[in-house]
């Protein structure tokens, strides 16, 4: 066991399909994975933060071939959209893996021929139903009205040899698992769903598929006229992306350690096949698999041209990186479905951003610049209102790490924001601006700044992984001259960090109002 597994922390979003256009779906799950990681690291993990593209299968070859090109050129050029949105939304991976790389087709293969020469995969004749759009074979009994069960478009009769990985001999090992592990699937609705679905006998999984009906894929190592089925392929990245298999590697740090975040349209995928596959080559199930909800646009199903309004880049391009990030995780509880509108997103910004932060913010800093030159005053004699606002940070700081540890990231926000209140309460009860009049009460007022000041550099420190950019500012701003994410929040998050007689910044406001009557409809 590596010596620092106890503080190892991997987390995987899905691999995006390269052929999608970005949107706010895509956002949520990665900018969810970036504020763990950030998180983590914060409270002195070590992370390895995992993203990527799945790049094969029938939509590729399909798009590729429409534009007249082959589909590695089509795939080089569609991944820069995520690799670029990825970048403005200052998403923190350590790596992203895309399924075309030699370092992942070489394991892939590795792993199959492993499977092959221990009679996991077999090959059999398959006579069934196909769904091109999902690449997907249905049984007869499958099927909905004689159409495929998910998107319930018509199927297509299929008779043709394939292999098969013996999935069905895992059946009362995976129930048995997730039973025992009851933070294996969360949230626990999803893990009901899963044991309902494992009622029913769970068959073998094809594998494969002839190179006459898709050339695009990674080719089976023992039967070269077939290539392999994408699930199989993408869903073996998580292993790949951190040098499973290979000499020197993070996987024996980080393997089982892992959280991995999915939209709740994959979840049979990542807590049947996935779990199953890893148990058939030797290895532990990951520690989580958390499904988040989805997103109506302003009380509607998302749709193509709804999409252009909330695309990920108008967005930050109107709100800015740190309000749609604050928005996103703020608005809806993780594994719950939501509704994003421009209003809900305006009144956000506006209350609880630029008035209830940005103006505690900008209050201290102006009267330590206005009352002490800019310098930070020293506290003394503390009383009990001053105590009080010290308990409230000391609270918040420990609930908010079971918070993050659950994923509950609206309710760590609204802890934070507890913090962002009894920082505004204390200084209308302790009025500093009346302490300023007379020159005896002098210290009385440098203790109620300090106080103040010492709430906002908590309150940066924790909503760091949040809102990036944002706290850097205000770390930089509070005259914290310490690389913000080099600090330890059992370390740096105690009271009294804050180093009086340093310099702070003239306050610049964090958070633009907006007016809510131009408000974007994308129009
Ligand atoms: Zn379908």
Redesign the pocket.
Known sequence: MHPNFEKSFYITTPIYYVNDVPHIGHAYTTIAADILNRHKRLEGYQVFFLTGTDEHGQKVEKAAQERGIDPKTHCDEMVVRFESLWKRLNISNNDFIRTTESRHKKVVQKILQDLYDRGEIYQANYDGWY?I??E?FWTEKDLLEGN?P??L?SVTEISEKNYFFRMSQYQSWLIEYIEKNDRFILPPSRRNEILGFLRSPLEDLCISRPKKRLKWGIEIPFDTEYVTYVWFDALINYVTGIGYGSEENPFSQFWPQVTHLIGKDILTTHTVYWPTMLKAIGLTPPKMVFAHGWWTIEGKKMSKSLQNVVEPNRLIDAYGVDAVRYFLMREVSFGMDGDFSHTAMVHRINSDLANDLGNLFSRALSMVVKYFDGLIPPPSDLQEVDRGLQEVSEKVLLQVSKQMDDLAFNRALGSIWEIVGAGNKYIDETAPWALAKAEKDRPRLGTVLYQTLESLRIIALLLAAFMPSTCEKMWAQLGMGENLWEQKLNVNGKWGGLKPGRKVAKPMPLFPRLDPTKISRGA
Request: hydrophobic letters at 0%; a positive charge.
């Open positions: 769904c759009p999902c997907r495929c998910d998107c478009r």
